[in-house]
């Protein structure tokens, strides 16, 4: 590698880290936003809450890692444009693409790395984060007491004190209320008590001093029951108060807590069974033609049609076809009998089958859109190299400002592309393929274009153009 290649790429270090961790943080900053309401205010141990910022930034890492790369690319260069570097390269008789070598090189290895990440860290990440959310949601908030408020935290209980010593858990003027709904209701008041957990959580223990019990049966007033004590000890159900792990096997994995391999096996089943219910239509629709002519009925039998799975569909139309060329007839008549009610029974069958293929269509699709999108994340690294190296030189954005101001645009077309083209294939109205490819492409060939024109400085744009920024 030659001394120049060392120093382009020695450019891009400082930059991409600095443009990768502030999207990064950008990302973490939005998700404190987006769950503050369900990590604070529930007691939760502060490990809790690194791992699942750790697990999060995984999906954060994946989208930082194109803009990072998209930043550099455009600050490097930008600042070589802006020192006449560039100019000094070209003049010894250099080039753009010789200088973006070893920066596309570097491109494509991030782009692998990235694409090994996105494939076999990724969904587990997205996998353990789901899951701890859900533990995380499940756990109540801490349990607390606050003078003169009821506490409805207990299930099946209501307690207020008129007093509360929060660091010694000391209570004055205690009353709790059986809410259960069950006979006898009881009233329990005490002049004093201390409240606090068991050992291991799951028991709330109530310790009370000089105070009543009053039950009452339901719809009887005058059955009443009082009992005074001098201390009396209540042992409440507290579970849930404690963050409890579950066990991850028992929760489902959803498309993007899948590898590319099981998303793929997802796919050629619903495939499968999507050329499942047009044969079985084709089948009934044939049958309903041969019923009308007095032929004899072909097998519609799910069992028997389980051999043409993995046929091709035109092979299978063409072996019905001759299986109706050599059926015998029947009388007309007899096919004549009860056609309304054979019209009504396949209008019934070819909606059914017509809806579970629609369904197995889109299953598939929405596999597929998240496999594609697998590949064309990564690949942005090296198409964001084609347009961040020339456009640098152009705008000679070596600052910061200019050249965030630039990835910041282009992103966001990026992106437009990516979540716009996703909606549209979930919804079967795109192809999978071009749905995530699209914003690859556009910026791609875009990218294309400004790397040969800038190559042989014969570039114009309206917005840009100046005598000096075509200096180069």
């Excluded at 990768?20 to 809790?48: A, N, P, R, S």
């Excluded at 293929?357 to 690949?379: C, G, H, M, Q, T």
Aim: neutral net charge; glycine residues 6%.
């Amino acid at each position: 590698m030659s001394k120049i290649s060392k120093y382009i790429l020695r450019l891009h270090i400082a930059p991409f880290i600095m443009g990768t961790f502030t999207v990064l943080f950008l990302f973490i900053f939005q998700f404190f936003l987006m769950h503050i309401d369900k990590l604070l205010g529930k007691g939760l141990d502060e490990w809790v809450i690194v791992q699942l910022i750790v697990l999060n930034i995984a999906w954060m890492l994946v989208l930082a890692v194109p803009m990072g790369v998209l930043f550099s690319t455009l600050m490097s260069f930008g600042s070589m444009a802006q020192h006449h570097e560039v100019t000094i390269i070209k003049a010894s008789g250099g080039s753009l693409f010789r200088m973006m070598t070893p920066v596309v090189i570097g491109g494509v290895i991030i782009s692998v790395l990235l694409f090994w990440f996105n494939d076999y860290v990724l969904p587990d990440a997205n996998f353990r984060a789901k899951s701890l959310m859900q533990d995380i949601r499940r756990k109540k908030p801490t349990f607390t007491i606050e003078a003169g408020n009821f506490t409805m935290d207990l299930e099946g209980y209501t307690i207020i004190a008129r007093q509360v010593d929060s660091l010694s858990g000391t209570l004055k003027g205690v009353t709790i209320y059986d809410t259960r709904g069950v006979s006898p209701q009881s009233i329990i008041s005490a002049d004093t008590g201390i409240v606090q957990f068991s050992a291991d959580m799951s028991k709330l223990k109530l310790t009370l001093f000089s105070g009543e019990i009053v039950q009452v049966v339901a719809n009887q007033v005058k059955n009443l029951r009082k009992i005074t004590y001098k201390d009396y000890e209540i042992l409440l159900d507290a579970s849930g108060f404690t963050f409890e792990r579950s066990d991850a096997d028992l929760t489902s994995r959803g498309d993007r807590e899948m590898s590319i391999a099981d998303m793929q096996a997802i796919v050629d089943e619903a495939n499968m069974l999507k050329n499942e219910s047009k044969m079985q239509m084709y089948v009934e629709i044939k049958n309903h033609y041969n019923y009308l002519q007095g032929s004899q009925y072909l097998p519609t039998l799910p069992q028997e049609i389980q051999k043409y799975r993995n046929t091709d569909i035109k092979s299978l139309y063409k072996e019905i076809d001759n299986k109706v060329e050599n059926n015998k007839p029947i009388s007309l008549e007899t096919a004549l009998e009860k056609v309304d009610q054979r019209l009504s029974f396949l209008v019934s069958i070819i909606s059914t089958d017509s809806a579970r293929e629609k369904d197995f269509k889109l299953r598939a699709s929405r596999y597929e859109v998240e496999i594609y999108k697998k590949y064309a994340i990564p690949f942005a690294c090296l198409v964001f190299v084609f347009v961040g190296c020339p456009l640098g030189i152009y705008t000679r954005g070596g600052s910061f400002g200019i050249s965030a101001a630039i990835s910041l645009g282009f992103y966001l077309v990026y992106w437009a592309c990516l979540i716009g083209g996703e909606k549209l294939a979930d919804r079967g109205m795109l192809s999978p393929f071009l749905s995530m490819w699209a914003g690859n492409i556009i910026v791609g060939l875009l990218g294309l274009v400004l790397t040969i024109r800038i190559n042989y400085e014969s570039f114009y744009i309206p917005f840009f153009h100046s005598k000096k920024l075509l200096d180069i």
